[in-house]
């Protein structure tokens, strides 16, 4: 369970992470759908120990300890130009969704075909008995 003083501390992070559009941001670089970031950012859900591991992983800031510490000294670079670390764990998670996504799409594929060829059958035989 997270101590409320470090999810305090992540909000203030994000603030001063200055980011134009953070539920994008956080989304894109951490893997969690915009959806649940959202709703950590609104404060509508407590972010959970993975969330905040990940966050803290990609925007290479460690999780404060100290309850009086304030956001973390930036990196040397902007964070634009932060080497991408690739975390394992979401990158099985996202080859997993697209193969599953493919499988879904060829599916599809072959619905429409066959529904496509049922509407042709028909319309061959309204041709003939017109």
């Known amino acids: 369970m997270l101590i409320s003083s ?9 603030e001063n992470l ?16 915009k959806s649940n970031v959202s709703d950590y ?13 990940v966050f803290y992983e990609f925007f290479s800031y460690p999780l ?6 304030n956001f973390v000294n930036e990196p040397d670079f902007p964070l634009e130009f932060e ?8 990158l099985n998670s996202c080859l997993k969704r697209e193969t599953e996504l493919k499988k879904t799409i060829e599916n ?17 035989t309204q041709k003939q008995y017109g």
């Open 6 to 14: 470090k999810i305090e501390q992540f909000y203030k992070d994000v």
């Open 18 to 33: 200055d980011l134009r559009f953070p539920i994008a941001e956080i989304a894109l670089k951490t893997g969690f759908a």
């Open 41 to 53: 950012l609104s404060k509508k859900k407590v972010p959970s120990d993975n969330f905040l591991k």
């Open 64 to 69: 404060n300890e100290d309850e009086n510490s």
């Open 83 to 90: 080497k991408p670390s690739i975390n394992i764990n979401n």
């Open 108 to 124: 599809l594929n072959l619905t429409i075909d066959f529904l496509k060829e049922k509407l042709y059958q028909k319309k061959d």
